[in-house]
């Protein structure tokens, strides 16, 4: 596995059909910053709105995994796409897409792993950031049929199991160990269907953009003439047969359990939807696009929670502070009861993490309340304000002559209670150079690992008057 980030050498065309619409589109993989991710943007559309290729915005996962802002403004069918990304490691990209759905080329990754070969890729000064699977993460679908886990592994790997119950299609087993070996063992298996389901979709005037080339037609059931007449019409065929290993037409499989590959295909790319490269081991037993979709935003809130224990202030209450309590009291014109932070732990031109202890013996839980102490919510804004003041106050030369007051509290989210024995740290981050005394911050408090509020505020900083 790579450890740095990697985009395209340079953009590359790729033009096709969609399968389900039937529509002449062109996509084109652009080249994209660091740090920027995957996103399509649609190029027919006014103002080619940009979808980013997570899972939160999966619309629909029927015959394929379709993303967008709207009903108006989707993508369709993009996991096979974002399976060969994967597959080559590319980091970040814009797909520029003419259409309402990717091109269905021969039904698998192959095309777009061949195109983006043909540029190259690029290294870039950008450390990739792994999900690491630290402890299994599972899920189950309703009918209990349908399961995927993920669990510890020191790199990414993918098994899957499919069973479909058929003399044609029975029981497959896939698995990809090593992403090197993607292109060689999944990226040429294509997608595949059962006849009877086909024949449901040519008669609700789908798959439009199918032909026999472009998807492995299993034939689960006895054909009549009529049935085969129906499908040399729809896939412009003079002859159209059953072979005698049961696959409509003349298509030869590339593996005997190309279907299963396909399904491990389909994982990869709809896993992608995550958020970010996975490391660990994917166990997949008879997945689906809604399955796949589903696990992956599992894995997405699993990213956000991780993400936001990250962002956690380090506090060892060994190390000596910034600014001890007196110290404060030096600063800001507070004092007890109402000076609520005793130490400031880290002090820059653009952040300060302060600590509030909350002791029983605090005056405002004798009446909020009796029995069961809780810490207000307004006074631990209060307490996160005050802890800004110091950042504030510390691009004067004498901040005992200024006083900080609120303008504007936005956002407000409380999270948890906050109780005694509770230690209270902040973290806030000015977002805006300071101007004409304004001073804007995003501030956060958390308990241990755990966010219990957060909010945007607005402060002026203003000189006392002379006495």
């Not at 792994?130 to 993920?150: D, K, Q, R």
């Not at 796949?292 to 956000?304: E, G, H, R, S, V």
Request: with cysteine.
């Amino acid at each position: 596995m790579s450890t740095n980030q990697h985009t395209l050498a340079k953009p590359v065309s790729i033009s096709g059909t969609g399968l389900h619409t039937g529509a002449k589109v062109t996509l084109t993989i652009k080249p994209a910053p660091a740090n920027h991710g995957v996103v399509f943007k649609r190029t027919d559309i006014e103002g080619q709105p940009e979808i980013a290729a997570l899972a939160k915005n999966v619309l629909e996962t029927a015959r394929g995994t379709t993303i967008g802002l709207s009903p108006d403004v989707t993508v369709s069918t993009v996991e096979h796409v974002l399976a060969a990304l994967v597959g080559l490691e590319i980091d970040n990209a814009l797909l520029e897409i003419n259409g309402l759905e990717m091109p269905i080329m021969d039904g698998s990754s192959l095309p777009f792993v061949e195109a983006i070969e043909s540029v190259g890729t690029q290294e870039q000064d950008a450390e990739r950031e792994y999900f690491e699977i630290t402890e299994p993460i599972s899920y189950e679908a309703e009918n209990g049929e349908v399961e995927l886990m993920a669990v510890p592994a020191d790199k990414f790997e993918v098994s899957v199991m499919v069973e479909y119950g058929t003399t044609v299609l029975g029981s497959q087993n896939a698995s990809l160990k090593n992403l090197a070996d993607f292109k060689q063992e999944i990226a040429r298996c294509r997608t595949f269907s059962f006849l009877h389901e086909l024949e449901y979709l040519l008669d609700n005037g789908l798959i439009k953009g199918g032909d026999l080339n472009n998807a492995i037609v299993y034939v689960d059931q006895e054909v009549d003439q009529a049935t085969l007449e129906k499908l040399k019409v729809a896939f412009k065929k003079d002859n159209v047969a059953v072979k005698s290993n049961g696959i409509l037409d003349n298509l030869d499989l590339h593996f005997s359990n190309e279907a299963a590959r396909h399904k491990l295909l389909d994982v990869i790319g709809d896993l992608s939807l995550a958020g970010k490269p996975i490391k660990g081991r994917i166990f997949a037993t008879r997945p689906g696009h809604k399955a796949n979709t589903d696990f992956a935003k599992i894995l997405a809130q699993k990213i956000k929670e991780e993400s936001r224990r990250a962002k956690v202030p380090r506090y060892n209450p060994n190390d000596k502070p910034i600014y001890n309590v007196n110290e404060i009291m030096g600063i800001l014109p507070h004092r007890p009861p109402f000076l609520l932070v005793d130490k400031i732990t880290e002090l820059s031109e653009d952040h300060v993490v302060g600590v509030k202890s909350v002791s029983m013996n605090e005056d405002f839980f004798q009446g909020h309340f009796p029995g069961a102490p809780v810490m207000p919510g307004v006074l631990q804004i209060e307490a996160m304000a005050q802890a800004g003041g110091i950042l504030a106050l510390s691009t004067v030369p004498d901040p005992e002559n200024y006083l900080t007051f609120f303008i504007k509290i936005e956002e407000v989210k409380f999270k948890r209670q906050v109780v005694p024995g509770d230690t209270l740290i902040f973290k806030l981050i000015m977002t805006e150079p300071i101007r004409r005394g304004i001073v804007k911050m995003d501030g956060e408090a958390f308990v241990g690992n755990n966010l219990v509020c957060e909010a945007k505020m607005m402060a002026q900083i203003v000189k006392q008057k002379e006495k």
